[in-house]
Every structure is written in C-alpha cells, then in structure tokens.
C-alpha cells in the first residue's frame, strides 16, 4: 500500500474524460485537482503540471486542461509546460453560459484562460 499522492493534470484528464458529457461531475473533479494542488508546496505542485493529459475527444476540455496548468503554474511565478501552448480554442467558450456569468468572464477571466478561448471567471477555478 502506498501513501496519499495528489492528482496530476493528466490524472485528472482522465478523470474527466471517465466522466463523459457529466459537466457537474467533471467540475467536482476539478475541485478537488484544486483543492490538493493548492496544499501542495511549490516544487511538488510544478510536478502535477509536467505530463500532457491525453487528449479526450471533447476540445473544450481538452483546452481547458492547458489554460489550467499555465494559469496554475503563472501564479507559482513559472511559466506553464511546454505541452499547453498546442493547445487553444477556434471559437470561444463559455463554460459557465449565462448572460451574468458571459459578463464576469469577459472582464475578469484569466489570462491563461482568456488567450485560449476559454472564458471562465477566476471565482469559478477558487471552488476549492
């Protein structure tokens, strides 16, 4: 038996991809990858990042996965892994798709987020 060991990024691709069309249940996941990162201290949490997720069929997601791990690894002062700059959206997405929550993520999403065509608003990716 081995010890607790946090999620990486890939591991919590693969939880979303197990997940299917599941958006609830894919958000929960990435409230707790959230929640053990931020425990994590620097040099452990910069580990979490390095390995590509497998791709898993559903571009937004699979997009939404690199802006994280930029955007995660931006505020530990490093720059993200190098598997995150292929990967960025052709249109625009709105996780969160309401007219409230369309506003907020215009003005406040990420930059990480915002250049991939991912727009989420910050409180969205501090669930944990």
Do not use: K
């Given at each position: ?11 919590l691709g693969e ?45 937004h997601w699979d ?66």
């Open positions: 038996m081995t010890g607790y060991q946090p999620m990486t990024i890939a591991q939880h979303l991809a197990r997940a299917g069309q599941d958006d609830e249940l894919r958000w929960r996941y990435v409230a707790e990858f959230l929640e053990e990162f931020r425990h994590e201290p620097p040099d452990v949490r910069r580990a979490l990042l390095e390995q590509e997720p497998a791709l898993m069929g559903d571009e997009v939404f996965l690199a802006a994280l791990a930029e955007h995660l690894a931006l505020r530990d002062g490093r720059r993200g892994p190098r598997w995150c700059e292929q990967r960025s959206l052709a249109r625009f997405w709105f996780p969160f798709n309401t007219r409230a929550a369309r506003a907020d993520a215009i003005v406040h999403a990420p930059a990480a987020f915002r250049r991939r065509g991912v727009f989420v608003a910050p409180q969205e990716l501090e669930v944990a």
